[in-house]
């Protein structure tokens, strides 16, 4: 029988030894989803006010045709000029009365709700998401910059939002609602810039009906963009909707 020395420790059976510990990747956990703020009031009172706009479309383009045919027929020979007081006259200023307060007040809800989403995203996937939270808003008032900030940031949104099966990839879903809603709408704002300068430019009842045929085009190619914002609101709305019920990962 041996003895170990009075105090020394027991001795150790090789396969007992203790191996150095390695330590491991910190991996960043995800933000709580308590910080989710939701989506679906702003979106339902942003797809109203897009609606609106759709049907101030539709009464812009019947406008410019009427006007159009009208004026070129010479029925309004006094329209457009500086003493003109005429109906064609009173129809183009009442577009414009009433197209600035909708388009105002719609572009304040789309931007409200818009950085609500990039808010939610961040929350579902930061590293999916390359901008602060202020560019959800200032990004959409840069010369220039506004026509592609805004756009690069819906897409990553979108992403952030997609639901990711057990496994953890992303299930695809068709990015058709960003690019076609963003394609469109700065048709409608090259649209708008024409149509005014048309409009500003005229002087007599033919320049007048050049701006009610730029009017007419605005108003169909402001209807395609409106519906197309709505068909995307809906749709990134939803899936954040589901993504916050569901979690990080979806069940099969």
Do not use: C
Not at 112 to 117: L, M, N, T
Not at 200 to 227: C, E, M, N, P
């Amino acid at each position: 029988m041996s003895f170990s020395a009075t105090g020394s420790p027991p001795p150790v059976h090789p396969d007992q030894q203790t191996r150095p510990r390695v330590p491991s990747p910190q991996v960043p956990s995800p933000e709580p989803l308590a910080l989710l703020r939701p989506p679906g009031g702003l979106a339902t009172a942003t797809t109203v006010l897009l609606a609106l706009s759709g049907l101030y479309a539709l009464l812009l383009t019947g406008t410019g045709l009427y006007l159009t045919s009208a004026l070129r027929a010479g029925s309004y020979p006094d329209a457009g000029t500086e003493d003109g007081d005429t109906l064609p006259d009173t129809l183009t200023a009442l577009s414009f009365l009433l197209e600035i307060p909708l388009l105002v007040v719609t572009a304040v809800l789309f931007v409200s709700w818009f950085h609500r989403a990039h808010h939610n995203a961040l929350v579902f996937g930061r590293e999916s998401v390359t901008r602060s939270p202020a560019w959800a808003i200032g990004g959409w008032f840069v010369p220039f910059a506004f026509l592609r900030i805004p756009y690069k940031m819906a897409k990553e949104i979108w992403a952030a939002s997609l639901l990711r099966g057990p496994g953890g990839a992303p299930r695809p879903v068709s990015t058709a609602p960003v690019t076609s809603w963003w394609l469109v709408w700065i048709t409608a704002l090259f649209a708008n810039r024409v149509y005014d300068a048309l409009h500003d430019r005229a002087d007599d009842a033919d320049g007048l009906a050049t701006a009610a045929t730029a009017g007419a085009v605005y108003g169909v190619v402001l209807l395609a963009a409106s519906v197309l914002a709505i068909r995307f609101v809906r749709a990134l709305t939803a899936m954040q909707i589901a993504k916050a019920a569901q979690g990080p990962h979806a069940a099969e």
